[in-house]
């Protein structure tokens, strides 16, 4: 055997010690990677925080005291199914639902007349999950309200707090209780974005004094309440100004001084006593079609304020040809130019009061004329 093959193998020896070496380190990274593996599954440890900011506290008070006034409206109409060939059965089916509140302790619920248009029959749930039946009491389309009875016991009954719309202010917080959806009650807040809005009722009279919000306010918020700071009723939600009907940003709210007038009288008569001239008017599109600037007078009902003022609707001459008796122009010094201005100017007063009103007799004399406000009949 030569001296070579007794010679250290340097390279060999550098390649264990790099071999062991990259094992050690393999092992370092192994347990490093198993200890975070670990640390990923354990709990975290909670971090304390403080006690909530002052106006966080406010809306869950709020929330707190108002949410069990509020109710769950599903309104159902009754369908005639045929079980046979000779037999019919009465079924009730669901048709709208909604968000109203309770007015008193005597189980009257305010909501939106949309939400039970066209129904026979509601059901009310109340906070507590409890469900009654509900008659409707009185509808006021025109201001879209409606008000509902049921015959819960008084002690869980519990009313809004009513407060006043005539000293809002733009940039105010808003908050709005309801059920969207068929979701339990939630809440939603913003600010009041605009006043003295006006928006169209069902049947297309205009609803005036409206409160515009950004609260978040869907279809099934509709105759929930609107609540100021103070968890004090000052509107009743009613409308989404959405081409697609989803909540776009702004909401609006019958103001609660209407509805603080309009409910009463549901109550008590069923219908709401408005002020009127005492007369029917022919339809807006023939007032244009005829190139007239006012509102004609169709007709003048017998006992009224119209009729003692003298005031002549739509009569015939000695050939049976139409004659236009009288066309209103102004009520009180303000423009009269369709139906709507004169439903807009006449809500601003009441049953008994005089308006003084300017009427061009067709093809005659302008003349002014007063007219005592006497109770719709209707």
């Known amino acids: 055997m030569s001296y070579a093959d007794h010679r250290p193998q340097p390279r060999n020896a550098a390649n264990g010690w790099l071999a062991i070496l990259c094992l050690i380190l393999?092992?370092?990274?192994?347990?490093?990677?198993?200890?975070?593996?670990?640390?990923?599954?354990?709990?975290?440890?909670?971090?304390?925080?403080?006690?909530?900011?002052?106006?966080?506290?406010?809306?869950?008070?709020?929330?707190?005291?108002?949410?069990?006034?509020?109710?769950?409206?599903?309104?159902?109409a009754v369908q005639r199914v045929r079980r046979d060939f000779f037999t019919f059965d009465l079924q009730k089916i669901p048709r709208g639902t909604g968000t109203g509140f309770i007015w008193n302790a005597q189980g009257h619920v305010v909501t939106n007349f949309h939400v039970i248009q066209g129904s026979t029959e509601a059901q009310v749930t109340l906070s507590d999950q409890s469900v009654w039946n509900a008659k409707v009491v009185g509808a006021e389309p025109d201001k879209d309200l409606a008000v509902l009875k049921i015959d819960a016991p008084k002690n869980i009954l519990r009313g809004l707090r009513i407060g006043t719309s005539n000293d809002l202010q733009v940039g105010q917080s808003v908050f709005a209780i309801g059920n969207p959806f068929g979701l339990d009650q939630t809440l939603t807040t913003g600010v009041i974005s605009g006043l003295g809005r006006e928006i169209e009722s069902v049947n297309r009279r205009p609803i005036q004094g409206v409160i515009q919000t950004d609260a978040a306010i869907n279809p099934g918020n509709s105759g929930g309440p609107l609540l100021d700071s103070e968890g004090r009723l000052i509107g009743v939600n009613t409308a989404i100004y959405s081409p697609s009907?989803?909540?776009?940003?702004?909401?609006?709210?019958?103001?609660?001084?209407?509805?603080?007038?309009?409910?009463?009288?549901?109550?008590?008569?069923?219908?709401?006593?408005?002020?009127?001239?005492?007369?029917?008017?022919?339809?807006?599109?023939?007032?244009?079609?005829?190139?007239?600037?006012?509102?004609?007078?169709?007709?003048?009902?017998?006992?009224?304020?119209a009729a003692e003022a003298g005031m002549a609707g739509i009569g015939y001459d000695r050939y049976g040809r139409i004659v236009l008796g009288d066309i209103i122009t102004e009520i009180e010094g303000k423009e009269v130019s369709d139906q709507n201005g004169l439903f807009r100017v006449l809500d601003t007063y009441s049953v008994g009061d005089t308006v003084e009103l300017e009427v061009q007799r067709y093809r005659g004399k302008t003349r002014k004329m007063k007219v005592k406000l006497t109770a719709s009949s209707r």
């Open 26 to 76: 393999g092992l370092m990274l192994a347990k490093d990677w198993w200890q975070e593996r670990q640390a990923s599954h354990r709990v975290r440890e909670v971090t304390p925080r403080g006690d909530l900011a002052e106006d966080e506290k406010s809306t869950i008070t709020l929330f707190q005291e108002a949410s069990p006034s509020v109710v769950y409206i599903t309104s159902l």
């Open 245 to 305: 009907g989803a909540y776009a940003g702004i909401g609006f709210a019958v103001p609660v001084d209407t509805v603080n007038r309009i409910v009463p009288q549901l109550i008590q008569y069923g219908r709401a006593i408005k002020p009127v001239l005492g007369i029917e008017l022919v339809q807006d599109a023939l007032v244009r079609r005829w190139d007239i600037a006012g509102v004609v007078v169709a007709r003048v009902q017998e006992g009224t304020g």
